[in-house]
Protein backbone atom coordinates (compact mmCIF):
# COMPACT_ATOMS: atom_id res chain seq x y z
CA UNK A 1 0.00 0.00 0.00
CA UNK A 2 1.12 3.52 -0.96
CA UNK A 3 -0.33 6.34 1.27
CA UNK A 4 0.51 10.04 0.56
CA UNK A 5 -0.82 12.64 2.69
CA UNK A 6 -1.34 16.01 2.04
CA UNK A 7 0.52 18.28 4.92
CA UNK A 8 2.42 17.49 7.75
CA UNK A 9 0.72 18.87 10.13
CA UNK A 10 0.23 17.45 13.61
CA UNK A 11 -3.00 15.24 11.67
CA UNK A 12 -0.93 14.09 8.84
CA UNK A 13 2.28 12.95 10.88
CA UNK A 14 0.17 11.50 13.64
CA UNK A 15 -1.67 9.98 10.86
CA UNK A 16 1.81 8.67 8.92
CA UNK A 17 3.30 7.54 12.38
CA UNK A 18 -0.03 5.32 13.05
CA UNK A 19 0.00 3.73 9.92
CA UNK A 20 3.93 2.86 10.53
CA UNK A 21 2.82 0.71 14.05
CA UNK A 22 -0.57 -1.10 11.88
CA UNK A 23 1.07 -1.57 8.46
CA UNK A 24 4.94 -1.79 8.98
CA UNK A 25 5.26 -2.36 4.94
CA UNK A 26 3.64 0.36 3.89
CA UNK A 27 5.08 3.03 1.73
CA UNK A 28 4.11 6.57 3.49
CA UNK A 29 4.92 9.80 1.53
CA UNK A 30 4.06 13.18 3.29
CA UNK A 31 3.49 16.20 0.91
CA UNK A 32 4.26 19.71 2.22
CA UNK A 33 4.59 23.36 0.74
CA UNK A 34 5.18 25.00 3.93
CA UNK A 35 8.57 23.30 4.94
CA UNK A 36 10.04 19.60 4.43
CA UNK A 37 9.89 18.83 7.99
CA UNK A 38 6.97 18.59 10.52
CA UNK A 39 7.13 21.49 12.82
CA UNK A 40 5.14 22.81 16.16
CA UNK A 41 2.96 25.37 14.86
CA UNK A 42 1.68 26.31 18.62
CA UNK A 43 5.31 27.48 19.33
CA UNK A 44 5.69 29.39 16.44
CA UNK A 45 5.60 32.80 18.35
CA UNK A 46 8.27 31.31 21.07
CA UNK A 47 10.81 31.76 18.39
CA UNK A 48 9.59 35.68 17.49
CA UNK A 49 10.03 36.10 21.53
CA UNK A 50 13.79 34.34 21.52
CA UNK A 51 12.73 31.57 23.52
CA UNK A 52 13.56 28.83 21.59
CA UNK A 53 15.77 28.53 18.01
CA UNK A 54 14.22 28.30 14.86
CA UNK A 55 15.39 24.43 14.81
CA UNK A 56 13.85 23.90 17.86
CA UNK A 57 10.32 24.15 16.10
CA UNK A 58 10.82 20.74 14.84
CA UNK A 59 9.67 17.77 17.31
CA UNK A 60 11.94 15.44 15.50
CA UNK A 61 15.34 15.27 14.43
CA UNK A 62 15.69 15.07 10.65
CA UNK A 63 17.18 11.45 10.72
CA UNK A 64 13.58 10.53 12.17
CA UNK A 65 12.09 10.43 8.56
CA UNK A 66 14.53 8.23 7.01
CA UNK A 67 14.68 5.73 9.88
CA UNK A 68 10.59 5.06 10.06
CA UNK A 69 11.17 5.21 6.32
CA UNK A 70 9.13 8.00 5.59
CA UNK A 71 9.24 10.16 2.39
CA UNK A 72 9.07 14.00 2.49
CA UNK A 73 8.43 16.18 -0.61
CA UNK A 74 8.31 19.60 -0.65
CA UNK A 75 5.64 20.74 -3.14
CA UNK A 76 2.35 22.00 -3.57
CA UNK A 77 -0.32 19.80 -4.17
CA UNK A 78 -2.73 21.25 -6.96
CA UNK A 79 -5.13 18.88 -8.25
CA UNK A 80 -6.45 15.18 -7.26
CA UNK A 81 -7.65 12.88 -9.89
CA UNK A 82 -9.63 10.41 -7.99
CA UNK A 83 -10.29 8.41 -10.72
CA UNK A 84 -6.62 7.11 -11.27
CA UNK A 85 -5.39 7.44 -7.61
CA UNK A 86 -3.19 10.42 -8.48
CA UNK A 87 -1.84 13.76 -6.68
CA UNK A 88 -0.41 16.42 -9.25
CA UNK A 89 1.96 18.10 -7.51
CA UNK A 90 4.08 21.76 -8.42
CA UNK A 91 7.45 20.07 -9.30
CA UNK A 92 7.58 16.95 -10.24
CA UNK A 93 5.65 13.61 -11.81
CA UNK A 94 2.08 13.08 -9.92
CA UNK A 95 1.78 10.84 -7.36
CA UNK A 96 0.27 7.47 -7.61
CA UNK A 97 -1.40 6.51 -4.63
CA UNK A 98 -3.81 3.52 -3.10
CA UNK A 99 -4.89 5.51 -0.30
CA UNK A 100 -5.11 9.54 0.16
CA UNK A 101 -5.26 11.81 2.97
CA UNK A 102 -5.67 15.62 2.58
CA UNK A 103 -4.54 17.27 6.06
CA UNK A 104 -4.20 20.54 4.69
CA UNK A 105 -5.12 22.22 7.52
CA UNK A 106 -6.55 26.15 7.81
CA UNK A 107 -5.43 29.38 6.64
CA UNK A 108 -6.08 33.32 7.83
CA UNK A 109 -9.54 34.10 7.06
CA UNK A 110 -9.61 37.84 5.78
CA UNK A 111 -12.81 39.96 5.54
CA UNK A 112 -11.31 41.90 1.81
CA UNK A 113 -10.61 45.19 3.67
CA UNK A 114 -9.31 47.67 1.60
CA UNK A 115 -5.69 47.95 1.59
CA UNK A 116 -4.63 44.59 3.14
CA UNK A 117 -2.65 43.99 0.34
CA UNK A 118 0.03 46.83 1.31
CA UNK A 119 3.35 45.57 2.82
CA UNK A 120 3.61 45.14 6.67
CA UNK A 121 0.04 43.25 6.78
CA UNK A 122 -0.55 39.70 7.47
CA UNK A 123 -2.03 37.08 9.64
CA UNK A 124 -0.03 34.56 11.45
CA UNK A 125 -0.70 30.45 10.75
CA UNK A 126 2.27 28.90 8.96
CA UNK A 127 6.21 29.36 9.34
CA UNK A 128 5.72 31.96 5.93
CA UNK A 129 4.37 33.74 8.16
CA UNK A 130 6.36 33.72 10.96
CA UNK A 131 9.43 34.46 8.74
CA UNK A 132 7.24 37.41 7.04
CA UNK A 133 6.92 39.24 10.32
CA UNK A 134 10.25 38.65 11.56
CA UNK A 135 11.14 40.60 8.26
CA UNK A 136 8.26 43.02 7.93
CA UNK A 137 8.62 44.13 12.18
CA UNK A 138 12.08 45.15 11.91
CA UNK A 139 12.19 49.14 13.23
CA UNK A 140 8.18 48.89 13.41
CA UNK A 141 7.58 51.42 16.41
CA UNK A 142 3.32 50.82 16.36
CA UNK A 143 1.53 48.13 15.08
CA UNK A 144 -2.24 47.76 15.04
CA UNK A 145 -3.93 43.77 15.50
CA UNK A 146 -7.51 42.94 14.32
CA UNK A 147 -9.12 40.89 15.77
CA UNK A 148 -9.65 39.49 19.68
CA UNK A 149 -8.91 35.63 19.81
CA UNK A 150 -5.80 33.73 20.83
CA UNK A 151 -4.37 34.66 17.61
CA UNK A 152 -4.43 38.41 18.40
CA UNK A 153 -3.35 38.20 21.89
CA UNK A 154 -0.62 35.96 20.74
CA UNK A 155 0.56 38.67 18.23
CA UNK A 156 0.15 41.36 20.75
CA UNK A 157 2.16 38.95 23.12
CA UNK A 158 5.19 38.98 20.48
CA UNK A 159 5.08 42.19 19.56
CA UNK A 160 5.11 43.42 22.89
CA UNK A 161 8.52 41.64 23.48
CA UNK A 162 10.14 43.78 21.12
CA UNK A 163 9.01 46.96 22.21
CA UNK A 164 6.22 47.84 19.91
CA UNK A 165 3.31 49.49 21.24
CA UNK A 166 -0.05 47.72 20.19
CA UNK A 167 -3.30 48.78 19.98
CA UNK A 168 -6.24 45.81 19.71
CA UNK A 169 -9.22 46.18 17.56
CA UNK A 170 -12.14 44.34 18.73
CA UNK A 171 -15.57 44.23 17.75
CA UNK A 172 -17.61 42.39 21.19
CA UNK A 173 -18.08 44.60 24.07
CA UNK A 174 -15.12 42.50 25.60
CA UNK A 175 -12.31 40.31 25.09
CA UNK A 176 -13.39 37.12 22.94
CA UNK A 177 -16.97 37.67 23.92
CA UNK A 178 -18.00 34.99 21.37
CA UNK A 179 -16.54 32.72 23.63
CA UNK A 180 -15.45 33.99 27.05
CA UNK A 181 -18.13 34.93 29.59
CA UNK A 182 -17.79 38.44 30.79
CA UNK A 183 -15.66 38.14 34.35
CA UNK A 184 -13.25 35.74 32.63
CA UNK A 185 -12.97 38.83 29.62
CA UNK A 186 -12.50 41.04 32.45
CA UNK A 187 -9.19 39.27 34.03
CA UNK A 188 -8.07 38.57 30.34
CA UNK A 189 -8.34 42.88 29.60
CA UNK A 190 -6.79 43.64 33.12
CA UNK A 191 -3.71 41.49 32.17
CA UNK A 192 -3.72 43.23 28.74
CA UNK A 193 -3.83 46.99 29.98
CA UNK A 194 -1.14 45.55 32.56
CA UNK A 195 1.20 45.31 29.65
CA UNK A 196 0.19 48.59 28.07
CA UNK A 197 -1.42 46.88 25.52
CA UNK A 198 -4.10 49.27 23.73
CA UNK A 199 -7.98 47.88 23.82
CA UNK A 200 -10.43 49.22 21.81
CA UNK A 201 -14.09 47.18 22.27
CA UNK A 202 -17.14 47.69 19.89
CA UNK A 203 -14.24 48.54 17.08
CA UNK A 204 -14.06 47.35 13.91
CA UNK A 205 -11.52 47.43 11.16
CA UNK A 206 -12.64 49.61 7.73
CA UNK A 207 -9.77 50.20 6.13
CA UNK A 208 -6.48 50.03 6.09
CA UNK A 209 -4.03 53.22 4.49
CA UNK A 210 -0.58 52.73 2.79
CA UNK A 211 1.70 55.65 2.21
CA UNK A 212 3.36 56.56 -1.51
CA UNK A 213 5.93 53.27 -1.07
CA UNK A 214 2.96 51.31 -0.61
CA UNK A 215 3.56 50.41 2.80
CA UNK A 216 0.95 50.57 5.67
CA UNK A 217 1.07 54.24 7.80
CA UNK A 218 -2.07 53.64 9.63
CA UNK A 219 -5.95 52.06 9.88
CA UNK A 220 -9.21 53.84 9.74
CA UNK A 221 -11.88 52.61 11.86
CA UNK A 222 -16.29 51.95 11.40
CA UNK A 223 -16.36 54.99 13.91
CA UNK A 224 -14.15 56.94 11.68
CA UNK A 225 -10.80 56.88 14.03
CA UNK A 226 -7.49 57.01 12.62
CA UNK A 227 -5.02 55.22 13.96
CA UNK A 228 -1.25 55.81 13.09
CA UNK A 229 1.03 52.44 12.83
CA UNK A 230 3.29 50.30 10.59
CA UNK A 231 2.14 46.77 10.74
CA UNK A 232 -1.23 45.46 10.89
CA UNK A 233 -1.86 41.87 12.33
CA UNK A 234 -5.42 40.11 10.84
CA UNK A 235 -6.28 37.87 13.90
CA UNK A 236 -9.68 37.15 12.42
CA UNK A 237 -9.52 33.71 12.98
CA UNK A 238 -8.88 30.87 10.05
CA UNK A 239 -10.94 28.79 8.47
CA UNK A 240 -10.46 25.10 6.38
CA UNK A 241 -7.78 24.84 3.70
CA UNK A 242 -10.48 23.96 1.00
CA UNK A 243 -8.02 25.30 -2.45
CA UNK A 244 -7.17 21.50 -3.39
CA UNK A 245 -10.52 19.86 -2.44
CA UNK A 246 -12.92 22.55 -4.29
CA UNK A 247 -10.33 21.82 -7.37
CA UNK A 248 -10.41 18.12 -6.68
CA UNK A 249 -14.07 17.56 -6.77
CA UNK A 250 -14.41 16.43 -2.71
CA UNK A 251 -17.43 17.45 -1.36
CA UNK A 252 -17.03 20.61 0.69
CA UNK A 253 -19.39 23.04 3.12
CA UNK A 254 -17.23 24.97 5.53
CA UNK A 255 -14.66 22.05 5.34
CA UNK A 256 -14.28 18.84 3.46
CA UNK A 257 -17.11 16.37 4.14
CA UNK A 258 -16.36 13.43 6.17
CA UNK A 259 -18.07 10.55 7.43
CA UNK A 260 -17.24 8.99 10.91
CA UNK A 261 -14.43 7.43 9.34
CA UNK A 262 -13.46 10.20 7.82
CA UNK A 263 -13.95 9.16 4.57
CA UNK A 264 -14.80 11.79 2.20
CA UNK A 265 -17.17 11.24 -0.90
CA UNK A 266 -13.99 10.20 -3.33
CA UNK A 267 -12.60 6.53 -2.67
CA UNK A 268 -9.76 6.21 -1.43
CA UNK A 269 -9.16 9.97 -0.09
CA UNK A 270 -9.74 10.81 3.33
CA UNK A 271 -9.61 14.36 5.09
CA UNK A 272 -9.03 15.27 8.50
CA UNK A 273 -7.62 17.68 11.15
CA UNK A 274 -8.61 21.26 10.45
CA UNK A 275 -9.77 21.20 6.88
CA UNK A 276 -12.36 18.63 7.53
CA UNK A 277 -15.99 18.79 8.22
CA UNK A 278 -18.00 15.90 10.13
CA UNK A 279 -21.37 15.35 8.37
CA UNK A 280 -22.95 14.42 11.61
CA UNK A 281 -21.95 15.84 14.85
CA UNK A 282 -22.68 14.37 18.60
CA UNK A 283 -24.76 16.18 21.07
CA UNK A 284 -22.70 19.74 22.18
CA UNK A 285 -19.57 18.87 19.61
CA UNK A 286 -19.11 21.12 16.25
CA UNK A 287 -18.47 20.16 12.41
CA UNK A 288 -15.12 21.93 12.38
CA UNK A 289 -12.72 21.33 14.94
CA UNK A 290 -9.33 23.20 14.79
CA UNK A 291 -7.19 22.38 17.97
CA UNK A 292 -4.39 20.36 18.49
CA UNK A 293 -5.27 17.47 19.98
CA UNK A 294 -8.48 17.37 17.55
CA UNK A 295 -6.04 17.46 15.12
CA UNK A 296 -4.23 14.12 16.43
CA UNK A 297 -7.21 12.50 17.50
CA UNK A 298 -7.83 12.40 13.70
CA UNK A 299 -4.98 11.65 12.83
CA UNK A 300 -4.73 8.17 14.96
CA UNK A 301 -8.75 7.23 13.69
CA UNK A 302 -7.85 7.68 10.18
CA UNK A 303 -4.76 5.73 9.80
CA UNK A 304 -7.40 2.70 11.68
CA UNK A 305 -9.30 3.66 8.39
CA UNK A 306 -6.86 3.45 6.29
CA UNK A 307 -5.39 -0.25 7.39
CA UNK A 308 -8.80 -1.64 7.09
CA UNK A 309 -9.45 -1.38 10.94
CA UNK A 310 -12.33 1.37 11.02
CA UNK A 311 -13.13 2.96 14.27
CA UNK A 312 -15.85 5.83 13.92
CA UNK A 313 -14.18 8.87 15.38
CA UNK A 314 -15.04 9.87 19.24
CA UNK A 315 -13.79 13.27 19.99
CA UNK A 316 -14.54 13.20 23.98
CA UNK A 317 -14.83 16.01 26.18
CA UNK A 318 -13.93 19.33 24.57
CA UNK A 319 -10.76 21.29 26.39
CA UNK A 320 -8.59 23.91 25.71
CA UNK A 321 -6.05 25.60 27.27
CA UNK A 322 -3.93 29.02 26.14
CA UNK A 323 -1.70 31.67 27.84
CA UNK A 324 -2.82 35.43 28.02
CA UNK A 325 0.69 36.63 28.85
CA UNK A 326 1.02 35.19 32.02
CA UNK A 327 -2.75 34.37 32.83
CA UNK A 328 -2.90 30.69 32.27
CA UNK A 329 -6.38 29.57 31.03
CA UNK A 330 -8.15 26.15 30.40
CA UNK A 331 -11.20 25.29 29.67
CA UNK A 332 -13.46 22.25 29.83
CA UNK A 333 -17.03 20.93 28.47
CA UNK A 334 -19.58 23.57 27.75
CA UNK A 335 -18.68 26.91 29.43
CA UNK A 336 -20.40 29.30 26.47
CA UNK A 337 -20.30 33.09 26.87
CA UNK A 338 -24.47 33.27 28.04
CA UNK A 339 -25.41 30.34 30.83
CA UNK A 340 -27.64 28.47 28.40
CA UNK A 341 -30.98 27.59 29.96
CA UNK A 342 -31.72 24.99 32.52
CA UNK A 343 -28.23 25.37 33.71
CA UNK A 344 -26.33 27.01 36.74
CA UNK A 345 -22.74 28.80 36.76
CA UNK A 346 -21.04 29.36 39.61
CA UNK A 347 -18.14 31.51 39.41
CA UNK A 348 -15.57 32.17 41.96
CA UNK A 349 -12.81 35.32 41.95
CA UNK A 350 -9.81 35.77 43.81
CA UNK A 351 -10.07 39.51 46.11
CA UNK A 352 -6.70 39.80 43.55
CA UNK A 353 -8.44 39.95 40.62
CA UNK A 354 -6.20 37.22 38.85
CA UNK A 355 -7.84 33.98 39.85
CA UNK A 356 -11.14 32.66 38.61
CA UNK A 357 -12.95 29.19 38.48
CA UNK A 358 -16.40 28.74 36.94
CA UNK A 359 -18.74 25.32 37.14
CA UNK A 360 -21.53 25.23 34.89
CA UNK A 361 -23.83 22.58 36.18
CA UNK A 362 -27.31 21.29 35.35
CA UNK A 363 -30.22 22.79 37.16
CA UNK A 364 -31.93 19.33 37.32
CA UNK A 365 -31.97 16.91 40.27
CA UNK A 366 -28.44 15.72 39.60
CA UNK A 367 -26.71 18.79 39.13
CA UNK A 368 -24.17 17.16 36.79
CA UNK A 369 -21.13 19.16 36.04
CA UNK A 370 -21.41 20.48 32.08
CA UNK A 371 -17.70 22.17 32.07
CA UNK A 372 -15.35 24.33 34.00
CA UNK A 373 -13.35 27.49 33.19
CA UNK A 374 -9.91 28.35 35.36
CA UNK A 375 -7.92 31.65 34.75
CA UNK A 376 -4.21 31.38 36.94
CA UNK A 377 -5.11 28.11 38.90
CA UNK A 378 -3.85 24.72 37.30
CA UNK A 379 -6.16 21.73 37.03
CA UNK A 380 -5.41 18.26 36.15
CA UNK A 381 -6.66 16.91 33.22
CA UNK A 382 -7.53 13.15 33.75
CA UNK A 383 -9.56 14.69 36.35
CA UNK A 384 -12.06 17.09 34.99
CA UNK A 385 -12.26 14.60 32.03
CA UNK A 386 -13.85 12.47 34.35
CA UNK A 387 -15.70 14.58 36.07
CA UNK A 388 -17.53 15.24 32.51
CA UNK A 389 -17.41 12.01 31.31
CA UNK A 390 -19.12 10.51 34.34
CA UNK A 391 -21.67 13.84 34.54
CA UNK A 392 -20.27 13.78 38.37
CA UNK A 393 -22.89 16.28 40.81
CA UNK A 394 -21.48 19.23 41.67
CA UNK A 395 -21.59 18.09 45.10
CA UNK A 396 -19.06 15.42 44.57
CA UNK A 397 -16.67 17.77 42.63
CA UNK A 398 -16.20 20.32 44.77
CA UNK A 399 -15.81 17.68 47.40
CA UNK A 400 -13.14 16.19 45.61
CA UNK A 401 -11.44 19.88 43.99
CA UNK A 402 -8.11 19.38 45.76
CA UNK A 403 -7.78 16.31 43.24
CA UNK A 404 -7.59 18.18 40.44
CA UNK A 405 -5.39 21.03 41.63
CA UNK A 406 -2.64 21.00 39.68
CA UNK A 407 -0.62 24.08 40.58
CA UNK A 408 3.25 23.69 41.97
CA UNK A 409 3.35 22.18 45.62
CA UNK A 410 3.80 25.36 48.34
CA UNK A 411 1.54 27.24 45.94
CA UNK A 412 -1.18 28.51 47.80
CA UNK A 413 -4.88 26.23 48.08
CA UNK A 414 -7.92 28.02 47.17
CA UNK A 415 -10.58 25.43 48.04
CA UNK A 416 -12.05 26.27 50.99
CA UNK A 417 -12.53 29.46 49.85
CA UNK A 418 -14.61 28.08 46.59
CA UNK A 419 -16.44 26.10 48.74
CA UNK A 420 -17.36 28.98 51.10
CA UNK A 421 -19.00 30.84 48.40
CA UNK A 422 -20.30 28.12 46.98
CA UNK A 423 -22.32 27.72 50.23
CA UNK A 424 -23.38 31.08 49.98
CA UNK A 425 -24.81 30.83 46.46
CA UNK A 426 -26.58 27.71 46.86
CA UNK A 427 -27.51 26.99 49.83
CA UNK A 428 -29.43 24.17 48.81
CA UNK A 429 -26.94 22.02 48.02
CA UNK A 430 -24.34 22.70 50.95
CA UNK A 431 -20.85 21.12 50.85
CA UNK A 432 -19.00 20.78 54.15
CA UNK A 433 -15.62 21.17 55.03
CA UNK A 434 -13.55 18.24 56.87
CA UNK A 435 -10.03 18.70 58.25
CA UNK A 436 -8.03 15.33 57.68
CA UNK A 437 -4.35 14.50 58.51
CA UNK A 438 -3.54 18.21 59.14
CA UNK A 439 -4.98 19.03 55.67
CA UNK A 440 -8.46 19.94 54.05
CA UNK A 441 -10.81 17.42 52.73
CA UNK A 442 -14.25 18.11 51.03
CA UNK A 443 -17.29 15.98 51.83
CA UNK A 444 -20.86 16.61 50.75
Not at 339 to 366: E, K, M, V, Y
Amino acid sequence: MHLVIIGNGITGVTCALTVRRLHPDARITLVSDESPYHISRPALMYTYMGHIRPQDLKPYGDWFWPENSLELVQATATHIEAEHHLVHLSTGAPLAYDKLLVATGSVSRFERWPGQELQGVQGLYGLQDLERMHRETHGVGQAVVVGGGLIGVELAEMLHSRGIAVTMLVRDTHYWGSVLPPEEAALVNRQLQAHHIHMHYSTELAEILGDSAGRVRAVRTTDGREIACQWVGLATGVTPNLSLAQASGLETARGILVNEHLQTNQPDVYAAGDCAQHRQTGLGQVPVEQLWYTGRQQGETVAYAICGQPQAYQRGVWFNSAKFFQLEYQTYGQVPARTPSGTHSFCWQHPNGQLLLRINFWADDNHAVTGMNTLGIRQRHDVWDQWLRQGTPVTQVLAELGAANFDPEFFQQHEAAIVGQFNEQFPQHPVALKRRKGLFSFGA
